[in-house]
T-cell receptor, first 112, second 111 residues
Framework: DADVTQTPRNRITKTGKRIMLECSQT?????MYWYRQDPGLGLRLIYY???????NKGEISDGYSVSRQAQAKFSLSLESAIPNQTALYFC???????????FGPGTRLLVL | GENVEQHPSTLSVQEGDSAVIKCTYS??????FPWYKQELGKRPQLIIDIRSNVGEKKDQRIAVTLNKTAKHFSLHITETQPEDSAVYFC??????????WGAGTKLIIKP
């Protein structure tokens, strides 16, 4: 779905570095989510936001922070990256009471 | 919190046969039950969903059935085709209105 974009698509970083993953959407949705996907574990929710001034922790928020700069933008930061944060990261959006989530293409992160 | 289990973890079927994937959950307050499909290297996409006031829903070759008493719902794919090869995830919504994702089922369609 080209309406949800993520940058970068691939990133290699070193332990201890701060990195930011960005998500933008043109769907006009109010809700945005960050997930990580590890092999054999499905998707796990990191943070979610129902509106610009609303930020909520998900299942695995430790070591991550987020910023909702505008309705269309939701960024995920790793303040000090560690190797076990190596994963595929997905941003998703949804619209109000409609449950369907629309995913971005994913960012593949490798922490050395 | 919600515990979600999917079975089987891998399913291999002959092209043209049917496939069934089962998802069990623990939160009795769950009331929305979607299935997502993720093709290799792609993003997850919703393929079908059902709400707690309905027992079955069909969309062409796919269907979802729900047993709220037993706390499980299943994905049924009939007349499987090569393009059905993917990983399928159930993600029931818990009482906090968050989707809780199963570990996924890899469906392999043999020619």
């Amino acid at each position: 779905d080209a309406d949800v974009t993520q940058t970068p698509r691939n990133r290699i970083t070193k332990t201890g570095k701060r990195i930011m993953l960005e998500c933008s959407q043109t769907k006009g949705h109010d809700r945005m989510y960050w997930y990580r996907q590890d092999p054999g574990l499905g998707l796990r929710l990191i943070y979610y936001s129902f509106d610009v001034k609303d930020i909520n922790k998900g299942e695995i928020s430790d070591g991550y922070s987020v910023s909702r700069q505008a309705q269309a933008k939701f960024s995920l930061s790793l303040e000090s990256a560690i190797p076990n944060q190596t994963a595929l990261y997905f941003c998703a959006t949804s619209n109000g009471g409609v449950e369907t989530q629309y995913f971005g293409p994913g960012t593949r992160l490798l922490v050395l | 919190g919600e515990n979600v289990e999917q079975h089987p973890s891998t399913l291999s079927v002959q092209e043209g046969d049917s496939a069934v994937i089962k998802c069990t959950y623990s939160d009795s307050a769950s009331n929305y039950f979607p299935w997502y499909k993720q093709e290799l290297g792609k993003r997850p996409q919703l393929i079908i969903d059902i709400r707690s006031n309905v027992g079955e829903k069909k969309d062409q070759r796919i269907a979802v059935t729900l047993n709220k008493t037993a706390k499980h719902f299943s994905l049924h794919i009939t007349e499987t085709q090569p393009e059905d090869s993917a990983v399928y995830f159930c993600a029931p919504r818990d009482s906090n209105y968050q989707l809780i994702w199963g570990a996924g089922t890899k469906l392999i369609i043999k020619p």
